[in-house]
């Protein structure tokens, strides 16, 4: 039996971009397999981690010292990854999370138990920063999610913000599922910034721009920038809210036709559009069931090498390399949310601006810090 584990948010604020529908993400990748590997049968099973590193950590132990998992994927949030990073280099287990942000994944907290798969901090950060100082967006505050992954997009980004000539005048954080944002929104409009840069996920993003456009910020002239945007979240707070938006992502369900074809049979299954997580899941399943179609290797640091040398292929991308730090390689979308009058359909959300090639949008490996592969370059 080769078993994998899905754990991630299915109850809180990060549900939409995850959740259940990583859940069938998975599955489907499973059943495209054919459910079986070299004649061994294929299951998943999955569970609420109710973003509780504590609570992910005994749930992965479980699945790893009980049930036999050899994979666990999503691992929604980078608090959860890292919670269960240990565990998962101490059992020779893999883990492959999709929506974990943090940078640090392939940086600092590197394993060569760990592929980091979809994005990361450091790209979207860079993909969208420069796009709004090269049209004069050039000084910001910061509003973060006072947890790791979402400091770790504020840092990427300020990174980015004055290595490009802009200016950061400020920063507050606010705790995570927030329902009011007044108090962090009037800092943010009193600081006078240009650009309100949104540091966190899920429903706080959703609140936070909801909150924003009642507050009259947006009309007055700042602009706001979401640094991790799901299209779950375009969908909640709606195109006339969320239209003119710029975001980065290295998925687009209307992409192409084979990303169209992919997504039509998600949504049957499904009833939404699904987000870059989803459909990463999908991928990493998948690339994971075809590596072990070629190895006897039962060691997960093993089939992680394996995996690594092997290209990915499926509809996200072509030729998608894994790097040596566990960096997936994919280019990165620079999209714009439409405009009510522009969308001709229901998730008809975004127009892709510009496709930033991956070697441009990720850190290079030299400057990553990852120890097993320290001093070696892109």
Same mark, same amino acid.
Request: hydrophobic share 40%.
């Given at each position: ?13 990060? @549900? ?6 990583? =859940? ?9 397999? $054919?459910?079986?590997?070299?004649g &061994?049968? +294929? ?29 666990? =994927? ?18 020779? &287990?893999?883990?492959? !999370? ?12 590197c ?13 979207? %950060? ?22 790791s992954?979402?400091? /770790?997009?504020?840092q ?11 200016? +950061?005048?400020?920063? +507050?954080?606010h !705790? ?7 108090s962090?929104?009037?800092? %943010? ?12 996920? $899920? ?24 640094l ?13 809210? /969320? ?16 990303? #169209? ?10 009833? #939404? %559009? ?62 714009q +949310?439409?405009? !009510?009058?522009e ?10 601006l510009?496709?930033?090639? @991956?070697?441009? @949008? ?17």
């Open positions: 039996m080769i078993r994998i584990g899905v754990i991630n948010d299915q109850s809180g604020p990060y @549900a939409d971009l995850g959740g259940k529908g990583s =859940v069938i993400a998975a599955q489907m990748a499973i059943d495209d397999f $054919g459910g079986k590997v070299r &061994k049968p +294929v299951e998943m099973i999955s569970a609420d981690h109710q973003n509780k590193p504590d609570i992910a950590a005994n749930i992965v132990r479980q699945w790893f010292d009980n049930q036999n998992v050899g994979l666990v =994927v999503d691992l929604t949030t980078t608090a959860v990854a890292l919670a269960v990073r240990e565990l998962a280099e101490s059992r020779d &287990k893999i883990l492959i !999370p999709s929506a974990g942000a943090s940078s640090d994944l392939t940086g600092k907290y394993s060569p138990n760990l592929i980091h798969w979809t994005f990361d901090s450091y790209a979207l %950060a860079n993909v969208t920063t420069k796009a709004l100082i090269k049209q004069g967006s050039d000084s910001w505050f910061f509003l973060t999610g006072d947890n992954g979402s400091i /770790a997009q504020e990427d980004a300020m990174k980015f913000v004055k290595s490009n000539g802009g200016t +950061v005048v400020g920063s +507050v954080r !705790p995570l599922n927030t329902s009011d944002f007044s962090f929104l009037l800092q %943010a409009q009193a600081s006078k910034a240009k650009v309100i840069g949104l540091a966190n996920a $899920g429903s706080d993003t959703v609140n936070s721009i909801k909150q924003a456009g009642e507050f009259g910020i947006t009309h007055a002239g700042q602009k706001l920038a979401s991790l945007m799901f299209i779950s979240d375009v969908h909640a707070m709606g195109l006339q809210t /969320a239209q003119g938006l710029l975001i980065s992502t290295p998925f687009y369900w209307d992409a192409n036709d084979e990303t #169209r074809a992919w997504s039509r049979r998600f949504m049957a299954k499904f009833g #939404r %559009a699904p987000t870059m997580a989803q459909a990463g899941v999908y991928g990493a399943v998948q690339h994971y069931l075809k590596t072990l179609a070629t190895t006897d290797e039962t060691s997960g640091r093993a089939i992680v090498k394996k995996m690594k040398a092997t290209p990915v292929n499926d509809f996200m991308g072509h030729n998608v390399q894994i790097r040596e730090d566990g960096r997936v390689m994919r280019d990165i979308y620079l999209v +949310v439409k405009t !009510p009058q969308s001709k359909e229901p998730w008809d959300y975004y127009k892709i510009a496709t930033v090639p @991956a070697n441009e @949008a990720f850190r290079p490996l030299s400057e990553g810090g990852c120890s097993f592969v320290s001093g070696k370059t892109n």
